[in-house]
């Protein structure tokens, strides 16, 4: 298995455990402490590559921003 960050490895479980598995990187934002948008949004960026997360461009507001859904370990 890939070796995560401690960082990596906390959103990750943001990702799954508190946004059911599927989030913008601002609903994640909301569940850190300490950490800026561009960090978390990075992190996420570092699992998709990872093929820990896939990324899709959906409208949120009156943007559109990229979400991010964790894939399912197998």
């Given at each position: 298995?890939?070796?995560?960050?401690?960082?990596?490895?906390?959103?990750?479980?943001?990702?799954?455990d508190?946004?059911?598995?599927?989030?913008f990187?601002?609903?994640?934002?909301?569940?850190?402490?300490?950490?800026?948008?561009?960090s978390?949004?990075?992190?996420?960026?570092?699992?998709?590559?990872?093929?820990?997360?896939?990324?899709?461009?959906?409208?949120?507001?009156?943007?559109?921003?990229?979400?991010?859904?964790?894939?399912?370990?197998?």
């Amino acid at each position: 298995m890939n070796k995560l960050t401690d960082k990596q490895e906390m959103i990750l479980n943001i990702l799954k455990d508190e946004c059911e598995g599927s989030a913008f990187a601002e609903d994640v934002l909301e569940k850190t402490e300490g950490l800026s948008i561009q960090s978390v949004r990075a992190t996420l960026s570092s699992l998709a590559t990872k093929g820990l997360a896939t990324k899709s461009k959906e409208v949120r507001g009156d943007k559109i921003l990229t979400k991010y859904t964790a894939v399912a370990a197998e």
